[in-house]
């Protein structure tokens, strides 16, 4: 059995309870312990080719240029003329004639007066002419046949009276029929009268079932 001596065990102790040196060596990454080929590559600068640019012309040499060109193609330019609102010519006002307008009053000398045919020929009158040129109240109207009377024809050449036009049927009337054979005050009358009758068998009936 062999023994150490007591001043080797010591060092050995020491030498395992020493901390660890600070001069370590650094842990690859991750990606290059997953795969190493994804480890960046990088490219020493030297290598990568550098190509001198083409030498740019200015822009103010090429436009004017490209401008003229364009311009010869197209046609001889004239030059430009500013105009003001005092070159322009004004609008002048259209006008139309007119066509004198002759008053009904006024007086021809051709004519007696210069009146539309419509109206009564008799001065001063401005009623509608109804026959020969006259109203009705200086003779234009017709006049019965019947030797003196001055009443207006109705018809037939006679007034109502001497058997023209239709004379209301009620008996002893010689008034004119209006509407369904009757003058106007017959006609208001037997109008009243029917609706007094289409209310009648209602109030009769109605009567007739109260008093029962």
């Not at 010869?72 to 004239?78: E, I, N, R, Y």
Request: aromatic content about 4%; overall charge positive; charged content about 20%.
């Amino acid at each position: 059995m062999q023994t150490g001596s007591p001043t080797s065990s010591m060092v050995s102790t020491q030498q395992r309870l020493s901390p660890v040196p600070r001069e370590v060596a650094p842990m690859p990454s991750l990606r290059t312990m997953i795969s190493p080929s994804m480890a960046k590559r990088v490219l020493p600068v030297s290598t990568l080719p550098h190509a001198p640019l083409p030498a740019m012309t200015p822009y103010s040499n090429v436009v004017p240029s490209a401008y003229q060109q364009m311009g010869s193609s197209v046609g001889p330019t004239f030059p430009s003329k500013k105009r003001s609102w005092a070159d322009a010519t004004p609008v002048q006002p259209v006008m139309y004639p007119v066509k004198a307008r002759s008053s009904p009053g006024t007086h021809s000398s051709g004519t007696h007066r210069s009146r539309a045919s419509k109206y009564c020929k008799i001065e001063g009158c401005e009623r509608v002419s109804q026959r020969n040129n006259l109203c009705h109240s200086h003779g234009g109207k017709r006049l019965c046949k019947e030797e003196g009377c001055s009443s207006k024809d109705r018809g037939n050449g006679y007034c109502i009276k001497h058997g023209g036009g239709k004379i209301c049927s009620m008996s002893g009337c010689e008034k004119k029929a209006r509407r369904k054979g009757l003058c106007t005050q017959h006609f208001r009358v037997s109008d009243e009268n029917s609706s007094e009758d289409g209310a009648s068998p209602y109030m009769t009936d109605h009567s007739a079932y109260g008093s029962v």
